[in-house]
């Protein structure tokens, strides 16, 4: 079983300001202070999007993502900041439905982020329709409100979902990185494409006992936040995984190094609170 006490003295022990302003968010709602949320914004370029540290001062699709993720954990995705990423994503869209970096951005974009790679398209793709879906739970844009999943961002999403729909193999796969599964699942899960995001779910379940803790906590918690049953295969698969990988200090290892460990304890803390 995941012990979750464990994890969260695993974040007050060995994390920072802001991953303990992270906690308290998922614990009991408590709002960051506002210096942390503006360190958070920083950099933001005047159209809306984030440059990543590896592209100077182009706005990327992959670091806006990024720092949505961020500002979703604080809470904080209703912030004009936050808003006008959501916009600048929403206008970065293709006419096919898809999402892919600046073409500047090549010879310095990592491979899930490379501008013309078709497995880099379809993860951006399911990245991107991701935040926005999530966007239309509690954060919708300043247009006019609306009933639809992605509120003003209705048709986007729909776009979203609809190409990476296209691009599952008859397996149910898909051509791309392992985590632009779970988020084009979790996308075609709130557009209420059951049986498309099932099949992609189906094939998750029998990776999990391979996965990492990174993998399993970033799954699990993008799942939950589009409302997926803690209860549903996938979910209860993950959560043997964690509980077999959970360390003896209550924390999760990261694949990126010890200094992401409470990252990845905050993401299971997410998923499983």
Do not use: K
């Not at 007050?12 to 408590?30: K, M």
């Not at 293709?94 to 491979?111: C, F, I, K, V, Y």
């Not at 991701?130 to 247009?143: E, I, K, P, Q």
């Not at 599964?181 to 498309?196: D, I, S």
Request: net charge negative.
């Amino acid at each position: 079983m995941v012990d979750l006490d464990a994890a969260i003295g695993f974040v007050v022990a060995h994390g920072d300001a802001v991953d303990r302003a992270r906690l308290s968010w998922l614990r009991v709602g408590a709002p960051p202070q506002e210096s942390i949320l503006a360190d958070a914004e920083v950099g933001q370029a005047p159209d809306g999007g984030w440059p990543a540290i590896w592209g100077g001062e182009v706005a990327s699709v992959d670091a806006t993502c990024f720092r949505l993720a961020e500002l979703d954990d604080l809470g904080a995705l209703g912030r004009p900041a936050a808003r006008r990423a959501l916009d600048w994503l929403a206008n970065a869209q293709r006419g096919n439905g898809t999402w892919e970096e600046d073409q500047s951005l090549s010879g310095w974009a990592p491979p899930w982020a490379t501008p013309g790679d078709p497995e880099a398209t379809l993860y951006l793709t399911a990245n991107a329709g991701f935040w926005l879906t999530v966007a239309g739970h509690d954060a919708r844009s300043a247009g006019p409100f609306d009933h639809r999943v992605g509120g003003a961002y209705a048709g986007v999403v729909q776009g979203a979902a609809h190409a990476f729909a296209a691009a599952l193999q008859d397996d149910g796969s898909w051509p791309s990185f392992l985590a632009a599964g779970w988020l084009g699942a979790a996308v075609l899960y709130r557009q209420e494409m059951y049986y498309e995001s099932a099949r992609i779910q189906v094939v998750l379940t029998e990776r999990v006992r391979d996965m990492t803790p990174s993998d399993v906590t970033a799954m699990a918690s993008a799942l939950r936040r589009v409302g997926l049953s803690v209860d549903d295969t996938l979910l209860a698969a993950a959560r043997r995984r964690l509980a077999q990988t959970q360390r003896s200090d209550g924390g999760w290892a990261s694949d990126d190094g010890e200094a992401f460990n409470v990252h990845t304890t905050l993401a299971a803390i997410r998923a499983f609170r």
